[in-house]
């Protein structure tokens, strides 16, 4: 079925509602000669005032808290480890800043940073972006993912949450077969924590197991050393397909000099243990030697043109801007979580011209599904629209294989509900038992579903329905915030009683709970989840279409790449 006969049959239905609030017909017959469009959708026109008069001004100041909270703490983490070490690296180490870098390396200014606020107020301490800079940009057409150490936070070391942010940048590059940057400045381990991030699994030599995994997947990877790599610090550029070091900036050793001296009693210079000549002629851990910061980021332009990259055709895509501004989004995002959302006034302030083809729009209307176009890519749309009852479960996990069959990405808009009522009867116990029943059959499909997933939290992110509404566990290959958002198992205003073993020496009383209560309201929140990387960052409400486009235009890449784990990696020397 083409497009128009769907936005006739939406036209009609829009016409004959009944709802006062609804807007009037957009105009969605369509003229000779012009491009089918979509419908829009019933209710989506009411403001926020319109819709919650007795909240409005609270939400809004408080959303606005969250706002300023973001741009406060984006301005802090963007001075990296402060202004000495900013000095001890420009003037004193003769190195350009992590941005500079990034600014001489990409084709234009888009660039989509990952996670800005992974590290703060972590049990141990601040550590500004987890020390180092992910996200995805261009360079030479072609979309790349970023991992770049910032050597002014503890010179570029490692910490635990610098290696899950690693982690998770090298995941988005294999779920979205991107080519991989590295510009490796560390000086490895952050040793006070070695614990914490050599000897499991998902430690640090995850990164270096990563790196071989993707090369066998025949993912590019790219590494320039453009400062003192020493121990974990240098496996990463050894390990890349291809390596560019910056002469007199670059090094690379598993013991630096002061620890050769110790061992040896030799006195020897960077240079002379590991610099560019010496990487470059005598032991072949590198395959590039640039005389400059510049030379180095054209040599690795120059990399890219010899991949043999196939890349999406050029196409400039036609699309009508929602009818309702972006920036009322900040009002719409929802503060407290003891009602329901309605999600449509937000739908029209995200979709191309505010049209929307919904799917069973009268059934299991807790749940709103359809298609939508953003910034001219066709996107399925998954939202709580209130509690995930059986029959918008039911509902989302037919819709989501719709999805899955015709190769269409789902964006979730995921605020779901802070708790479930507890059934006081054995009808309620019923229903409640036939609604998980239809969550797990939601979740299989979301799962299972082979196509690109957004999700975006709008408001809450609580418990097994968030599973439904691809959570992290759930693997989008992106998921954001909005400040406003609450990510916990319940709500804290949901627990009345002190969960008490029997054996246990706690007594359960009033202290107690409030205690309790407390720290899951301060580890519910939007930043608490960012710091620790659950996240791929927060966005504010009103960048909210530009981002979801864009990871939409990122995600089409991999159509283009070869996908196949049947070969080998790349074995260096
Ligand atoms: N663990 C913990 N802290 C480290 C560290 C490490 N591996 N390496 C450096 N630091 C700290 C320094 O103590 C210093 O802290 P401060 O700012 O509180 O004084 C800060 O990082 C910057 O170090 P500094 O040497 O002043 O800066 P630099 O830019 O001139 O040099 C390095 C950075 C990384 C090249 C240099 O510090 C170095 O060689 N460190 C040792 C690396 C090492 O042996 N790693 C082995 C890991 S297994």
Not at 100 to 113: C, G, H, S, Y
Not at 487 to 516: N, W, Y
Request: proline fraction near 6%; include cysteine; charged fraction near 20%.
């Amino acid at each position: 079925m083409a497009w128009c006969c769907l936005s006739q049959i939406y036209y009609q239905r829009e016409r004959q509602s009944s709802d006062p609030a609804a807007p009037g017909p957009g105009p969605c017959s369509q003229a000779p000669g012009e491009s089918p469009q979509l419908g829009r959708v019933q209710g989506l026109c009411p403001t926020a005032d319109q819709l919650w008069p007795h909240r409005q001004r609270t939400a809004r100041a408080d959303t606005g808290a969250g706002s300023w909270q973001y741009s406060e703490l984006l301005c802090k983490v963007s001075k990296g480890g402060g202004e000495n070490a900013i000095l001890r690296h420009t003037q004193r180490n003769k190195k350009l800043l992590v941005r500079e870098r990034l600014r001489m390396l990409l084709d234009d200014e888009t660039f989509l940073e990952l996670s800005p606020f992974a590290g703060f107020d972590l049990p141990y301490g601040d550590v500004p972006a987890a020390g180092c800079l992910t996200g995805v940009g261009k360079i030479c057409g072609v979309w790349c993912v970023f991992m770049a150490n910032d050597a002014t936070v503890k010179g570029g070391t490692i910490y635990p949450i610098s290696v899950k942010k690693q982690l998770r940048a090298q995941q988005i590059a294999v779920q979205n077969r991107l080519l991989s940057v590295y510009l490796v400045d560390s000086g490895g381990a952050f040793l006070p924590l070695q614990a914490e991030l050599f000897p499991d699994q998902s430690h640090g030599g995850r990164v270096f197991y990563n790196e071989a995994i993707m090369s066998a997947m025949k993912i590019p990877q790219v590494a320039v050393v453009c400062g003192s790599c020493t121990a974990g610090g240098a496996y990463v550029p050894t390990r890349a397909q291809e390596t560019v070091i910056e002469d007199k900036i670059g090094s690379m050793f598993l013991a630096g000099p002061p620890l050769v001296k110790a061992a040896t009693g030799e006195d020897i210079s960077p240079e002379d243990l590991g610099g560019a000549s010496m990487h470059s002629k005598v032991s072949g851990c590198v395959d590039h030697f640039a005389s400059s910061e510049k030379e180095a980021y054209e040599c690795v332009r120059n990399i890219i043109l010899t991949l043999n990259y196939e890349l999406p055709p050029e196409e400039t895509l036609e699309y009508d801007d929602p009818l309702y501004s972006a920036e009322e989004l900040l009002g719409l995002a929802p503060r407290g979580y003891s009602y329901t959302l309605h999600i449509k006034p937000i739908l029209s302030r995200l979709i191309d011209g505010s049209r929307f083809q919904e799917f069973k729009a009268e059934y299991g209307t807790t749940l709103v599904t359809g298609f939508a176009h953003m910034e001219g890519h066709l996107v399925g749309i998954v939202a709580n629209n209130g509690e995930l009852t059986h029959d918008a479960s039911l509902k989302g996990s037919h819709f989501v294989q719709l999805c899955s069959q015709r190769s269409i990405p789902i964006l979730f808009l995921q605020n779901t509900a802070p708790h479930a009522p507890e059934p006081t009867s054995l009808s309620q116990a019923e229903d409640h038992t036939n609604r998980l029943k239809a969550q797990a059959s939601m979740m299989a499909a979301v799962a299972c579903a082979a196509v690109p997933k957004i999700t975006l939290v709008i408001g809450g992110c609580y418990g097994n329905e968030s599973y439904a509404m691809c959570g992290r566990s759930f693997d989008p290959n992106f998921l954001f915030l909005w400040p406003n958002a609450r990510v916990a198992l319940v709500d804290s205003k949901h627990i009345s009683t002190f969960p008490q073993a029997r054996d246990d020496d706690c007594t359960g009383d009033d202290s107690e709970l409030m205690h309790l209560k407390e720290k899951l309201e301060e580890e519910s929140s939007a930043f608490h989840s960012s710091a620790r990387l659950w996240d791929d960052g927060i966005i504010l409400p009103q960048n909210s279409r530009k981002v979801i486009a864009q990871c939409l235009t990122i995600m089409k890449q991999q159509k283009y790449q070869i996908a196949s784990l049947q070969h080998n990696p790349v074995i260096r020397l």
